[in-house]
């Protein structure tokens, strides 16, 4: 019974007979002992933590007692105050304090246990667990030589697990997933029809990495898995008041420039001015939680990232799920702050100073001394220490899972769980460390391997107790994966990103030739920057093409407003200065010769500025490049005449346009409102939905709000997502404005379905399915008829899913 001061007192009679009676056998410590203080007390009283000064991590430390009054006298358990506390005679004293208390048969145990005389069996201890993966470990290859080191290290597993893989996917289906795992976007046809006829026996390979070195669309298609996981967005909470600073500049740059892993680590733990947003987090608004300060969301979140280490937990109080303490976490959030903090324990201040030190401080000692900037310093070189083989592993794991639907650990932020193929995992995170920290590299050797390649497998099927791994799991696409695959099928892009989007000090590499073509502003008259009157001029560029391009990327522009034609093919439109549009256009070109014709207006009443702005850059198959630009070599008009846009049109009348002066000029500081001047983010001729805010669609089909550190997005299709794909408002527009797009065209409506589909799929259709499409694309209203067959192509799950 508990006495002021912590003294107990010798329990009386009436107490004693309350105790459950020893239990009448020899106690086995091993059996009986060990297992039910592992269970019951080592929450707060092993493993690291004294709850109260009172540790069981040893026998001598058992004995010495603590704060809490537990103590033990050998041979006398009813003289023993543990066994009172175990007991609960005293439901104000009673441990353990959370979750089952102990069992009268249980007290019987622990009793007999003293009684016995408190037998340890040597070695036996409740201390925390040694880090086992934390050193890197390169792992012996099994034979025979040769072939891929994944494939070979998965053998033997396979032969254990009585797995039968089987043949490899198709040329069509391995193509597909490996275009929307590398850069998020369907395999053009012609592209797609060209790999398939191939005959290289190391075609997929050569394909892996000729997709991977698609430096624009792998950036854009990564940003949004490390927008996810770094909790970067373009508006939300913190963004209008300054509580909160986006890195997608220096993210983009990152990834555009396929930055080493361990440079980009330690970039973002001791941040440059442009990624600092990364550890200064959310500052909240009001009073929030003291595990939801600054240094303390660092903290949580270096652990989580790049370490795999779930601290929230311990951020409140000694973690209940791991092993991980209180001062494990002050410890490590210190590091960001002015001076150690004072830790706080479910909100109640302890009255006790942490020290400052990194969650696995065999890695790198902190100075507590040293200026923040140091510390941090310190810190950063101590996460990406060669020591540091977790660092590894757990990014290897990432994408492992992201590839393959499951990690080789799970969850994925439980690096501490054991690995369903160990060597696996170590292979991966050591050849990462030894090309370099480059992930592509790894990304390369995931995606060559014959375990990607295997057919995809339903979840269910792998449901077993223990997991099995039988091939990669079937996928749904992200929604940023669905958004660009619908406009890849009209053609329909965003015309600009995100308005709230920060891309500056992206850094990237310089080319050789400009990234934005060096156009220059264009008129009927020579000072029509300064103002002219009302009305509408025309402007026409014949030219020659020395092959039809794969692309035709365009950025143009007017004040006030212009409609463009390619070879009297509608093209693209716009009326707000302010907002370049941007669209890919290389369907309406052809080899040999092309007319551009542009009508541009400028509106209002009296004098007012006026300009047309015009750039395009050409893609052939064979890797070369072309551009065209508006200057003085086009032929300007005020006056509207027949047939002005039509390739035969006598223009010998026509004068050369006038030139106004170069992209950034006033009054419209073009590149201001391309965002980044010159940078070949600008010149894509499409805005993919990795840069824009999130829409009730995205949100529903998953897009996370990035306010939290997200790691995985559910695969499984829910009731909200049904909802937005059948009947919201967001897709609905999205395809009516693509299927009005795509109908203007002069393709039939019949080989534009079927275009459509083998677009969307990989395949062409079967004769039922050609018979289906025929009557959808039949209809007499050319839009409805279009749209008609996007509505039943987008919602096939084969579409959705990644096989």
């Known amino acids: 019974m508990a006495l002021p001061g912590g003294v107990w007192a010798e329990l009386t009679s009436e107490q004693k007979e309350k105790l459950p009676p020893a239990a009448d056998h020899k106690v086995s410590f091993s059996k009986e002992i060990y297992p039910l203080l592992e269970q019951s007390c080592t929450k707060c009283h092993g493993k690291g933590k004294a709850k109260g000064g009172f540790s069981i991590e040893t026998r001598e430390q058992l004995l010495a007692g603590g704060d809490t009054g537990a103590s033990v006298v050998v041979g006398n358990s009813a003289g023993s105050s543990l066994v009172e506390l175990v007991s609960g005679i005293d439901p104000d004293n009673v441990m353990p304090q959370k979750g089952s208390r102990l069992t009268p048969e249980q007290v019987g145990l622990v009793r007999a246990w003293i009684d016995q005389g408190l037998v340890w069996e040597e070695g036996a201890n409740f201390a925390k667990a040694p880090v086992l993966n934390l050193q890197p470990r390169r792992p012996e290859l099994p034979g025979p030589e040769g072939g891929h080191p994944v494939d070979r290290l998965l053998k033997p597993y396979f032969s254990k697990h009585n797995v039968e893989t089987g043949a490899v996917v198709s040329d069509r289906i391995f193509a597909r997933r490996v275009y929307l795992d590398t850069i998020g976007l369907l395999p053009p046809v012609e592209e797609l029809e060209a790999f398939v006829k191939d005959t290289d026996s190391g075609k997929r390979r050569k394909l892996v990495r000729r997709l991977l070195a698609d430096r624009k669309s792998y950036a854009e298609h990564w940003l949004a898995f490390w927008n996810d996981i770094l909790r970067n967005d373009y508006a939300g909470t913190g963004y209008i008041d300054g509580g909160r600073k986006q890195i997608t500049g220096w993210l983009y740059g990152a990834l555009y420039n396929n930055k080493p892993y361990d440079r980009f680590v330690y970039e973002l733990v001791n941040p440059t001015e442009q990624s600092q947003g990364f550890t200064k987090g959310i500052v909240w608004r009001g009073v929030v939680n003291a595990s939801q300060k600054p240094p303390m969301q660092a903290a949580q979140h270096i652990s989580q990232i790049f370490m795999g280490v779930n601290l929230k937990c311990a951020s409140c109080h000694d973690s209940f799920i791991n092993d991980w303490s209180l001062a494990d976490a002050y410890a490590l959030a210190s590091v960001y702050a002015d001076k150690p903090l004072e830790m706080v324990e479910c909100d109640k201040p302890t009255g006790k100073t942490s020290d400052v030190r990194f969650i696995h401080p065999e890695l790198g000692k902190i100075d507590p001394k040293a200026s923040k900037a140091k510390r941090i310093e310190q810190l950063a070189k101590a996460v990406t220490s060669p020591k540091n083989g977790r660092l590894s592993r757990t990014i290897v794991n990432r994408l492992w899972a992201r590839f393959l639907g499951r990690g080789l650990v799970e969850p994925v932020d439980e690096m501490e769980n054991e690995s369903?193929?160990?060597?696996?995992?170590?292979?991966?995170?050591?050849?990462?460390?030894?090309?370099?920290?480059?992930?592509?590299?790894?990304?390369?050797?995931?995606?060559?391997?014959?375990?990607?390649?295997?057919?995809?497998?339903?979840?269910?099927?792998?449901?077993?107790?223990?997991?099995?791994?039988?091939?990669?799991?079937?996928?749904?696409?992200?929604?940023?994966?669905?958004?660009?695959?619908?406009?890849?099928?009209?053609?329909?892009?965003?015309?600009?990103?995100?308005?709230?989007?920060?891309?500056?000090?992206?850094?990237?590499?310089?080319?050789?030739?400009?990234?934005?073509?060096?156009?220059?502003?264009?008129?009927?008259?020579?000072?029509?920057?300064?103002?002219?009157?009302?009305?509408?001029?025309?402007?026409?560029?014949?030219?020659?093409?020395?092959?039809?391009?794969?692309?035709?990327?365009?950025?143009?522009?007017?004040?006030?407003?212009?409609?463009?034609?390619?070879?009297?093919?509608?093209?693209?439109?716009?009326?707000?200065?302010?907002?370049?549009?941007?669209?890919?256009?290389?369907?309406?070109?052809?080899?040999?010769?092309?007319?551009?014709?542009?009508?541009?207006?400028?509106?209002?009443?009296?004098?007012?500025?006026?300009?047309?702005?015009?750039?395009?850059?050409?893609?052939?198959?064979?890797?070369?490049?072309?551009?065209?630009?508006?200057?003085?070599?086009?032929?300007?008009?005020?006056?509207?005449?027949?047939?002005?846009?039509?390739?035969?049109?006598?223009?010998?009348?026509?004068?050369?346009?006038?030139?106004?002066?170069?992209?950034?000029?006033?009054?419209?500081?073009?590149?201001?409102?391309?965002?980044?001047?010159?940078?070949?983010?600008?010149?894509?001729?499409?805005?993919?939905?990795?840069?824009?805010?999130?829409?009730?669609?995205?949100?529903?089909?998953?897009?996370?709000?990035?306010?939290?550190?997200?790691?995985?997005?559910?695969?499984?299709?829910?009731?909200?997502?049904?909802?937005?794909?059948?009947?919201?408002?967001?897709?609905?527009?999205?395809?009516?404005?693509?299927?009005?797009?795509?109908?203007?065209?002069?393709?039939?409506?019949?080989?534009?379905?079927?275009r459509v589909f083998q677009l969307a799929l990989g395949r062409g259709p079967s004769d039922a399915e050609t018979a289906m499409l025929n009557k959808l694309a039949g209809g007499e209203n050319a839009a409805e008829s279009v749209e008609d067959v996007l509505w039943a192509v987008t919602m096939l799950p084969e579409f959705q899913l990644i096989y």
């Open 420 to 754: 369903w193929n160990t060597d696996l995992l170590d292979l991966l995170a050591s050849d990462l460390v030894d090309n370099g920290h480059d992930l592509k590299f790894t990304m390369a050797q995931i995606m060559t391997s014959r375990a990607y390649q295997l057919p995809a497998v339903n979840g269910s099927e792998q449901a077993e107790k223990e997991f099995v791994f039988r091939g990669p799991l079937v996928r749904r696409m992200t929604a940023e994966q669905f958004v660009d695959a619908v406009a890849t099928l009209t053609g329909n892009w965003k015309p600009s990103p995100a308005k709230k989007i920060e891309l500056d000090g992206a850094n990237l590499e310089k080319k050789k030739q400009p990234d934005v073509p060096d156009a220059k502003w264009i008129w009927s008259a020579a000072k029509a920057a300064n103002g002219v009157g009302p009305g509408t001029s025309f402007f026409r560029k014949r030219f020659e093409l020395p092959d039809k391009p794969t692309t035709a990327n365009v950025i143009a522009v007017a004040d006030n407003s212009y409609v463009l034609l390619v070879n009297r093919r509608n093209g693209m439109a716009g009326k707000n200065w302010e907002e370049p549009q941007f669209r890919n256009l290389a369907g309406r070109f052809q080899k040999g010769n092309n007319l551009i014709a542009v009508s541009a207006t400028n509106e209002g009443s009296g004098n007012n500025p006026a300009g047309l702005w015009l750039g395009i850059r050409f893609e052939f198959g064979d890797g070369s490049t072309m551009d065209l630009i508006s200057d003085k070599s086009w032929k300007a008009s005020s006056e509207d005449a027949d047939g002005w846009n039509k390739p035969d049109f006598n223009d010998t009348q026509w004068r050369p346009a006038s030139e106004l002066g170069g992209a950034d000029m006033a009054p419209w500081g073009l590149a201001k409102r391309i965002k980044i001047s010159g940078s070949d983010l600008a010149f894509g001729g499409r805005f993919r939905e990795s840069l824009q805010n999130k829409t009730a669609l995205t949100t529903a089909l998953g897009r996370p709000n990035r306010e939290q550190v997200t790691t995985g997005r559910p695969s499984v299709a829910t009731t909200l997502q049904a909802l937005a794909l059948t009947n919201g408002e967001v897709l609905s527009k999205i395809i009516k404005e693509g299927a009005a797009a795509l109908a203007k065209g002069e393709e039939k409506q019949p080989r534009l379905a079927k």
